[in-house]
């Protein structure tokens, strides 16, 4: 178990036993991780779909977005398409069986993914101080003035579809960064996500949504360490291999969110 | 290596990792039976509630006070929610796949033992929330099983929709997220765990509708996922999606540009492929059961299988005959509605295969074979109404009347239910190790079957004559005056068949403990379940891996030394 090579041949299933070729002769876990892809495209396509099926109805539909955001967004993606990089050099990594590289590549990963969610959020903050809120949101929509706010007012549809498709997608990256966290570190992991946590919640001011946000991390806290203690054990090629398919897979999903909810909705001259 | 600790097949110790907490699919199997089981007598004990209430309005009934309308609507909602999620999703493919798809393929396990532990659990959560939803303020909310917005989006739009709907909601999504594990973990066992020689075309009618079925709820229950998570977001963070402009008393709510047939689509897209995940496991028995007690190969077993996946697929495709009157164009009617009677095709293959299937039969009328039976004859009688639905014209006429009531019941609910007690009695002896009584047997089936006709069937002339569903003081309406004496005939038909019940479950646990042992193999079946001995071990075949020779269903081969060939006999030349 020491070392995290991958031996394809000796174990298909993880169970001992004559079997069945598996389907595309992948072992079970990876075959779980593109099951539970494909339903989680099913839970994002129904987002895009409400998402589409407002904006179709909507006449017209808002297009406020300014280069700044754009070019935020820009910067966001660059990350996110980095971080699949340094995830397939981390796949290549253990399946080398080099550990020390792998936990560094995962490492780089999750901080272009940290990256990734610190812009997000820090872009959030500008647009709802700007007034594009929902009223659930705790700082009230008429503390701005200016077109975000006229538009939260007479277009609800925006910022509900803009906060409710890309919070999915954040809430992905951050049980991505954190799954990779737990692969690399296992339990030494669940320490650090605690300290950010707390310093998360004491930092970020009361009426930032963040504030309320940063809970995912407690979640994601718990869930970690019900599994470490489920399943106390290495991971090994294969497990980085199926952690990465589902980072890539979040990345794929923003690339279908930044052209739709954002480069359609640049501010046209 | 991957030295899975889950696999390690020595049986658990200690009474809550065998029996609370455990890995073992058969196990988890039971666990979830018993809560479908609790869940169905929650279930019917609120619709004889609604049954005696629309006969007698002002009666006051023991324990519940007087029904007031809105209790009406707070009992439908939560009886079409029970039965729909936590027993026709549960009991057939939760309860009966867990704890025999793996046997039939011959695997030790379920792919992700820690997970199918974690999915059930899930599931009970998600019971005990929408149970909550009784005991808050305002109580159960009154959107029915379908939550349509706006009624479902608005806190202020009733008692019950208020803290009663949000649990509602969340008990869905977490029901959602159950199921997901659940079917990840059934498609994975099925693509990965066949033993040798267990080809595709080699498994049981059982173990492909399992699997169907979890690719079915694998896409569906994604999407209602989001459609809950957006009405949630409605309700409670203010947001539009599904809200237009409302006026309520006067008074401008805050909601603003949104629209209730987005939920309709969202919902029914998972919606439709709901009804086939909760009838196909049934579809799958029925085949099994046919094909052991006529003592003959089940009829086109690949035209069963193609059409279950013709089912499967075309169920993506048709949610729309569910929205004919939300102002549809009359060309996506159109097409919506071919494709909804292209359903009736395979739905007839696998009709005339189970017939086929009886014919010339050495018929074996054990409990189990009459409730297959009982099934073809209930997914036969509800399925005719289907073609009529389907039509949008028509639909216009019936369309919430009680003729869509006894519709689905028939097809959905009560065939569903047919499926869950033929595999029940057939199965009782594998699980228990003990036989079931074939007296009372008899007795719940012809006393269930006739009941479920008594109820279901003259609502179909309600619905025609225009007796509308989910409506609670219909006997204060004079049209509807002429109705009464049918409508007291059905709810005396369901006090009589609600009360039969208590015969299963006397039968049920009677035998748990004081049946007669049972063999390894009493029904004299072929597949791979009865090989093992009743109860199975812990690792299901006692060490070994099995390995097949034949298909599932060689009954009555010539030559051979007794009527049939089991899945694992190598000494007999295979005959097909
Ligand atoms: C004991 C037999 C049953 C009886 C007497 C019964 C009776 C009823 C009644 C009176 C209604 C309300 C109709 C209305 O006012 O619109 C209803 C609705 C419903 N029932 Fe049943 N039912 C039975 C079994 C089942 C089963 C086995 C299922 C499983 C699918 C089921 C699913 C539903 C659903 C989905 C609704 C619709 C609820 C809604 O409108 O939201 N029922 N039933
Ligand atoms: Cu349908």
Redesign the pocket.
């Known amino acids: 178990m020491a070392d995290a090579t991958l031996q394809h041949d000796t174990v298909q299933h993880g169970v001992p036993g004559a079997y069945e070729a598996p389907l595309f002769g992948a072992y079970s876990k990876k075959v779980g991780m593109w099951l539970f892809l494909a339903s989680d495209s099913l839970t994002f396509g129904a987002l895009l779909f409400a998402f589409s099926y407002n904006r179709l109805y909507t006449i017209p539909w808002p297009t406020p977005f300014h280069a700044e955001s754009i070019a935020n967004a820009t910067i966001m993606t660059a990350c996110l398409l980095s971080s699949s990089l340094t995830m397939v050099m981390a796949v290549f990594a253990a399946q080398r069986g080099d550990r020390a590289w792998t936990r560094n590549w995962l490492l780089a990963t999750m901080v272009f993914g940290t990256a990734f969610i610190v812009l997000h959020g820090m872009e959030w903050s500008k647009l709802i101080g700007e007034g594009l809120t929902i009223p659930g949101f705790p700082k009230p929509p008429s503390a701005a003035t200016g077109e975000l706010a006229d538009i939260s007012k007479n277009v609800p549809q925006f910022p509900a579809t803009f906060f409710g498709l890309t919070a999915m997608h954040m809430l992905h990256v951050t049980i991505g960064v954190i799954y990779l966290g737990v692969v690399a570190f296992r339990k030494w992991f669940l320490p650090i996500l605690g300290v950010l946590w707390i310093a998360g919640y004491l930092l970020i001011p009361a009426d930032n949504v963040f504030h309320y946000g940063i809970h995912a991390l407690l979640l994601g806290l718990i869930v970690g360490a019900v599994i470490l203690y489920l399943k106390p054990k290495d991971y090994d090629a294969h497990d980085v291999e199926v952690s990465g398919l589902y980072w890539h897979f979040v990345d794929l999903v923003w690339m279908f969110i930044f052209p739709l909810v954002y480069l359609m909705s640049t501010k046209i001259q | 290596m991957v030295a899975q600790d889950a696999h390690a097949h020595s049986a658990p110790q200690g009474f809550i990792r065998k029996y609370i907490f455990s890995l073992d699919h058969k196990v988890i199997g039971l666990q979830y039976f018993f809560l479908a089981l609790t869940a ?1 007598f929650v ?2 004990f609120l ?2 509630l ?2 005696i209430h ?1 006969i007698w309005p002002g009666v006051s009934l023991p324990l519940v006070g007087e029904i007031k309308p809105e209790t ?1 609507l707070s009992l ?2 939560m ?3 029970i ?2 999620f936590f ?2 999703t549960t009991a057939p493919q939760g309860g009966f796949g867990n704890y025999v798809l793996p046997i039939q393929i011959g695997a030790p396990d379920m792919a992700f033992p820690v997970l199918n532990m974690l999915s059930f659990w899930t599931t009970f959560v998600g019971f005990v929330v929408i149970i909550a939803a009784f005991f808050v303020s305002g109580g159960a909310p009154l959107h ?3 939550g349509y917005p706006p009624l479902s989006a608005l806190q202020s739009a009733g008692p019950g929709e208020g803290l009663g709907a949000d649990l509602w909601i969340t008990s869905i999504a977490i029901f959602c997220v159950a199921s997901l594990m659940g079917a990840l973990n059934f498609i994975t066992t099925t693509l990965d765990l066949r033993a040798k020689g267990m080809t595709m075309m080699r498994m049981p009618l059982t173990v492909w509708s399992w699997f169907i079925t979890a690719i079915l709820g694998l896409l569906a229950f994604g999407v209602l996922l989001s459609a809950g998570i957006l009405l949630l977001m409605d309700r409670n963070l203010g947001t539009s999606f599904y809200v237009p402009l409302v006026v309520v008393n006067g008074q401008v709510l805050g909601h603003k540009g949104g629209s209730p047939l987005l939920w309709q689509h969202l919902f029914w897209f998972f919606g439709h492929p709901e009804v086939y995940i ?1 009838i196909l496991p049934g579809m799958g028995v029925a085949s099994q059961v046919l094909s052991t007690l006529a003592r003959k190969p089940i009829f086109g077993y690949k035209a069963m299988v193609y059409a279950m996946l013709g089912i499967g697929f075309l169920g993506f495709m048709v949610w729309g005959h569910h929205m004919f009157m939300s102002g549809m164009s009359p060309y996506s009617a159109f097409a919506f509605s071919i494709l909804t009677m292209c359903i009736g095709v395979p739905s007839a293959i696998k009709t005339f295969n189970w017939l086929g299937t009886l014919y010339k039969g050495r018929i074996r009328f054990h409990t189990p074979m009459l409730y297959a039976i009982g099934f073809v004859s209930l997914f036969v009688s509800g399925g005719l109404s289907g073609p009529f639905l389907a039509q949008p014209v028509l639909d216009i006429q019936l369309h919430d009347t ?1 003729f869509v ?1 006894g519709h ?2 028939l097809i ?3 065939a ?2 047919f499926g869950i007690f033929a595999a029940t009695y057939y199965w009782f002896p594998k699980m228990f190790g003990r036989m079931m009584n074939e007296t009372l047997g008899r007795i719940h089936f012809f006393i269930t079957l006739a009941g ?1 006709y008594a ?1 279901f069937m003259p609502m179909h002339y309600l619905g025609m004559a225009g007796q509308t ?4 003081q219909f006997t204060e309406v004079a049209y509807q005056a002429k109705l009464i004496p049918l409508q007291t005939f ?1 709810t005396v038909a ?1 006090i009589i ?2 009360s039969a019940q208590i015969i299963f479950v006397i039968n049920l646990f009677w035998s748990m403990f004081k049946g007669p042992k049972a063999s390894d193999n009493p029904w004299e079946a072929t597949t791979l379940e009865w090989t093992t001995t009743t109860p199975p071990p812990h690792d299901n075949f006692g060490g070994v891996t099995p390995v097949v020779y034949h298909g599932p269903y060689e009954y009555g081969v010539p030559g051979a030394p007794r009527d049939f060939v089991m899945q694992n006999d190598p000494a007999t030349v295979s005959a097909h």
């Open positions: 169905v279930g019917m619709s004889l609604m049954r629309m009406y439908l909602t009886h079409g929610t039965m729909v027993v026709l029915g099983w379908t909760a009680y009531v689905f019941h959905m609910g009560v569903a239910i479920t109820i569903r989910r409506y609670s059905i369901a068949t609600i």
